[in-house]
């Protein structure tokens, strides 16, 4: 048998208790440890000695599986973690003092055993070990302290320049190469608004949100998918506060009346994460006379915004559109918003509407300063809607896709990291993996602020605001 220790010693500028938050769920490996593909919590509730987390290690490029399990817990203090996989066990100890209001002395241990290694080969596999063990503590470091907007090397700037190149970038491969992946910024006292939060990336946005400690408005439609939601809200993250409001977002009547409710019944909302959206094969229209895409992606998300644009400029909130790359491949067809004329392509209307969304966040952001604007597009990630309205995509596509977590990370980070607060040059921008990107890379799809005040115009009169 083959026994490896390996001790790494890191000074963390964030407080005790955050890194401790951050560390109890080992779920949060994936977003740090190289060596890690994805992790999951499989016991629900907040991670407690007993909880048990499923990993797929990343060995040499192989996804080998590995089961943990948090043993002890003794809060702000120590950590111990057992785990086993095929062929091997590990202990990690994590060790934390506090240095101070704002710094953390993190002592890791981790001792790896192999029964049918031999003890002779130590010398070989020690360099390898101690290899994944500084690549987590870089991670590690970034995702608690380095985890600041990106700056796009000039390999991607230039991809990204292409189109079709850069689209590379929105697959799973493109979330790995963030320099930070860390979601660690506490969001305690503040509360957030999530359309859409009963499947994908908003419910998978709302998880890591609840488990920052924000206070949630969830918002979808159908009371069971609701409290479905929540229930999967509190597996991943334990006791939150959660408030759900139904509302069918196609329909401005029912938009307004959502807005009515959260303003009489939520008077602090920090954050407005407008995700719900849809891409529909068939041109169909609302019984309100608006084409359906044009109603979820750009009316009613606009409307919500608007009406509760006070609530947010008083608490210094930030507004979060969700739109998509696709909008990359489509101007404006501001004389044909209802999408009438020639035969419809539903990536197009669905293009066309998230373009409008983004114009909108652009053309607010200049009016109202107290509010942090941003847009941003999730990638390519396996969600509910994904299959449904691209089948064929998603099959081809599957072993490429962001998970809903990965997809939904650009969104989780915009709403709590201080960087993007509402003032600054990161307070306003489209972002993808926490990078700005251009609005518009092909001719005759930007649009200037005269055409977006036009569409303002158009949508202020369907929505009635
Ligand atoms: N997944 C991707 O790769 C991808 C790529 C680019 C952009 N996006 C954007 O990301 C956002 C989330 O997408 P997703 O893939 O997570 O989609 P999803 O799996 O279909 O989830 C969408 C969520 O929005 C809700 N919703 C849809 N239409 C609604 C309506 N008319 N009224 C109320 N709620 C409605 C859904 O509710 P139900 O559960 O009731 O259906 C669901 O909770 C969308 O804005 C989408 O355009 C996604």
């Known amino acids: 048998m083959l026994t490896l220790p390996l001790i790494r010693e890191l000074v963390l500028d964030r407080p005790v208790a955050d890194c401790f938050r951050y560390l109890a769920d080992f779920s949060t490996t994936e977003q ?77 241990e981790a001792v790896m055993s192999w029964d049918s290694v031999p003890a002779r080969i130590a010398p070989l596999l020690k360099p390898w070990a101690e290899r994944l063990g500084d690549q987590a503590m870089t991670g590690l470091t970034r995702a608690l302290t380095e985890d600041g907007p990106e700056s796009l090397p000039r390999r991607e700037r230039i991809a990204q320049k292409l189109v079709v190149p850069g689209m590379v970038a929105f697959t799973r491969r493109g979330w790995r190469t963030q320099h930070s992946r860390g979601l660690s910024r506490r969001m305690d006292g503040r509360t957030v608004a999530v359309t859409g939060a009963t499947a994908g990336l908003g419910l998978a946005a709302a998880q890591e949100l609840a488990r920052l400690g924000a206070r949630l408005i969830l918002i979808g439609r159908g009371s069971e998918r609701l409290a479905a939601a929540m229930q999967a809200i509190r597996d991943f993250a334990g006791d939150c506060a959660l408030h759900a409001y139904e509302a069918e977002l196609s329909s401005i009547a029912d938009t307004e009346r959502l807005a009515t409710r959260l303003l009489a019944e939520q008077p602090a909302i920090d954050v407005l994460i407008n995700n719900a959206g849809a891409l529909f094969a068939e041109r169909g229209e609302t019984p309100e006379g608006h084409e359906r895409a044009l109603a979820v992606n750009l009316l009613t998300p606009a409307l919500l915004i608007k009406r509760l644009e006070p609530v947010l400029a008083e608490r210094r909130g930030r507004v ?70 691209l089948p064929a995509f998603d099959r081809r596509m599957q072993p490429f896709l962001r998970t809903p977590r990965q997809g939904a990370d650009t969104m989780v980070w915009l709403a709590s990291h201080p960087a993007v607060a509402a003032h600054g040059e990161d307070s306003v921008g489209f972002w993808f993996d926490r990078a700005q990107r251009p609005d518009a890379l092909l001719p005759g799809t930007a649009v200037d602020t005269a055409t977006a005040m036009s569409l303002e115009a158009d949508v202020r009169l369907r929505g009635g605001w």
Do not use: C
């Open 320 to 389: 979060i559109n969700v739109v998509s790359g696709g909008l990359y491949l489509q101007g404006l067809a501001l004389d044909d918003l209802d999408y009438e004329r020639g035969e419809y392509d539903g990536s197009k209307a669905y293009a066309r509407a998230k373009r409008g969304l983004l114009a909108l966040t652009r053309l607010w952001a200049e009016d109202e300063t107290r509010i942090g604007w941003h847009a941003m597009h999730p990638g390519w990630a396996a969600t509910p809607g994904i299959a449904k309205s």
């Open 32 to 108: 740090w440890d190289p060596g890690v593909f994805a992790a999951d919590k499989t016991t629900p509730g907040a991670a407690r000695a007993g909880s048990e987390f499923a990993l797929r290690l990343n060995v040499l490029g192989r996804s080998v599986p590995a089961a943990y399990r948090l043993v002890e817990r003794d809060e702000n203090r120590r950590l111990v973690l057992e785990g086993s996989g095929p062929g091997f066990t590990v202990v990690d100890t994590l060790n934390f003092e506090s240095l101070g209001p704002a710094q953390t002395r993190l002592r890791y």
